[in-house]
């Protein structure tokens, strides 16, 4: 179960890349608007990622988790109906918080659950999944385009996520961190700021060129921020055990 959460997030970061003509040509996709649709889903579950699986802790793996899947969903078959890219990218965004909501309780989930013994071997299946998920993505993206209309990329997720929805019930325990940290909305934001400013740089040097003055504006905010929410979560730490 926790390894087909973990397929679906990261096949659905490559599967759109096969798409492009097809969108460009079904949607009348500028450039920018292609680039929107796919990056739009990566930032924000780049960005997120580190947020929601402290909430996971906090609150519920499981809880988060089957939540992401409903979210991820749900997303998917909005963005295969959607009838401009308009639409298309508010899925693709919903569809990235559904996926952060995924993965990090995935990995905290078997080393809860799993004893010391064969918790290496679960590890070793994520990581083996995490690895095919991208050619597999591109794989299963193309034959569909061959043989359906483009919005069948997205809801080849939608049977995985069901079943991975109904194990996850019976099959997942509940789990939580023993002694969680307090919510801290300062720090959630210079996280979520300092990521996303950082994927976004990453991105748009694809197209600028990494010398351009905006990309080294963009990663010097980036690791200013870090450092902020780093320095800051050192004087919580601190301030804890005094």
Sequence with gaps: MLSMGLLVTIADTVIVNVAIPTLQRELDATSSDLQWIIDSYILVLAGLMLTMGSLADRFGRKRVMLTGLIILGASSVLAAYSENTGQ?????????????MIMPPTLSIIVDVFPREERAKAIGVWAGIAAI???LGLLVG?????????????LFSVPIIVLALIAGVFLVPESRHETPPRIDPIGAVLSISALSLLIYAFIDAS??????????????????IGGIFVARSEQRRVCKEC
């Design 207 to 224: 197209s600028r060129g990494w010398l351009d003055p905006l990309i080294i504006g963009e990663l010097a905010a980036a690791v200013a």
């Design 142 to 154: 193309g034959t569909l385009l061959e043989h359906f209309w483009w919005g069948s990329i997205f």
């Design 133 to 135: 998920s991208v050619p």
């Design 88 to 100: 298309l990218i508010v899925a693709r965004t919903i569809m990235g918080l559904g996926a952060a």
